[in-house]
C-alpha cells in the first residue's frame, strides 16, 4: 500500500491572513514523518463561489467548473490538517463553504485542525470538527491551538512558531495522530473497495 497523502489546506484567502505561517510550519513538521507524503492545498487556487448548487454533491453533480476541480482535489488525499482562523467565534466563510463544496470525497478519512486566534481557534476548531463528524470524517483528538500571546509574538515578529516547544510537541502529535487514522482508515477503504468488486463479480 502507497503512503497515505495528507493536505494541508489553508483555510483563509485574505490578502493580509497570518494562515500562510502556521501552514508552511506545520507542513514541515508533517514532511518529517516517514510514513506519510503532504501537500499544501490553498483555497486562494479555488475560487469557488458561495454554495450555489441544485444540491449537496453527495445528491446532485456540482456545476459549477471549480467545484468540480475542487471535489478532484479533494479526493486525492487520504486525511487533512486544516488551518483554522476564528471568525466572531467561528471558522472563516471561505473555509466552511470549501467543505460543503464536497462530500463523499471527504468521507472515511482523518481531519486535524490548526487553529489560532482568540482563544487559541479553539470555537472554531469545536464547530469544524461537528461539520467533519457529518461528512462521516475522523477528526484526531490532537489539535494545535495558537492562542492569543502566541499569535500576537509571532505576528509581530518577536518569535517564530518553532522557537515554541509547546507548539511543536501540539504539532508532533497531531501528525503522528493524523498519519495514524490515515493509514488506517486507507486500508480499510481499500478493503471495502475489494469487497466492493467481489460482491459484482
Known amino acids: 500500500m502507497s503512503k497515505p497523502k495528507i493536505a494541508i489546506i489553508v483555510g483563509s484567502t485574505r490578502a493580509a491572513r497570518f494562515a500562510d505561517v502556521p501552514t508552511q510550519w506545520i507542513a514541515k513538521i508533517a514532511k518529517s514523518h516517514a510514513d506519510i507524503d503532504v501537500e499544501i492545498v490553498d483555497l486562494r487556487d479555488f475560487p469557488l463561489p458561495f454554495f450555489d448548487e441544485v444540491a449537496s454533491s453527495a445528491w446532485a453533480p456540482s456545476q459549477n467548473e471549480v467545484a ?46 490548526v487553529g489560532y486566534g482568540s482563544v487559541g481557534g479553539s470555537r472554531a476548531v469545536e464547530q469544524l470538527r461537528l461539520h467533519a463528524v457529518e461528512l ?5 483528538k490532537s489539535a494545535v491551538h495558537i492562542a492569543w500571546g502566541d499569535f500576537l509574538a509571532v505576528r509581530q515578529g518577536e518569535k517564530k512558531l518553532e522557537e515554541l516547544e509547546h507548539l511543536n510537541q501540539a504539532a508532533t502529535a497531531l501528525v503522528n495522530d ?16 475489494v469487497a466492493e468488486e467481489v460482491k459484482a463479480a
Open 136 to 140: 462521516q470524517m475522523a477528526p484526531v
Open 68 to 113: 468540480k476541480r475542487w471535489q478532484k482535489k479533494v479526493a486525492e488525499f487520504d486525511g487533512f490538517i486544516f488551518t483554522a482562523a476564528e471568525y466572531n467565534h467561528g471558522p472563516t466563510a471561505v473555509l466552511k463553504n470549501a467543505i460543503d463544496y464536497a462530500a463523499n470525497e471527504w468521507n472515511k478519512k482523518p481531519a486535524g485542525f
Open 178 to 193: 493524523v498519519a495514524w487514522w490515515a493509514k488506517v482508515l486507507k486500508a480499510a477503504r481499500q478493503a471495502d473497495a
